[in-house]
């Protein structure tokens, strides 16, 4: 059974980096990385498909970055120039049958920037 385990959140002064990532017990065709902040519907940061296409959120274009290793099965979301509003936290979610549709999630590793 798959599972997704992520790590790497922390506590961040803004302007900083942070990597996350989620190791994937199993492979899955398209990958990618949500956040929820408090009171906030939880909403998309940056997917990658089967290809390697990236696709990511307006609010974080130009500054985070998401890759996969396939080799090692993680899947990786390089945070730059953070911003307090980047705090949430970070789940992993995997669509394990190309169906359009994020059916695995991790438990989710939280994310705080301070000003």
């Known amino acids: 059974q798959v599972q997704l385990v992520e790590s790497g959140g922390g506590s961040v002064q803004a302007g900083g980096s942070l990597r996350l990532s989620c190791l994937a017990s199993g492979a899955s065709p398209s990958m990618g990385w949500f956040r929820q902040a408090a009171g906030k519907e939880r909403e998309a940061v940056a997917v990658?498909?089967?290809?390697?296409?990236?696709a990511y959120a307006d609010s974080v274009k130009g500054r985070f970055a998401i890759s996969k290793d396939n080799a090692e099965s993680t899947l990786y979301l390089q945070m730059s120039s953070l911003v307090p509003e980047d705090t949430a936290m970070y789940y992993c979610?995997?669509?394990?049958?190309?169906?359009?549709?994020?059916?695995?999630w991790g438990q989710g590793t939280q994310v705080t920037v301070s000003s």
């Open positions: 979610a995997a669509d394990r049958f190309c169906s359009g549709s994020f059916d695995l």
């Open positions: 990658i498909n089967k290809r390697g296409n990236p």
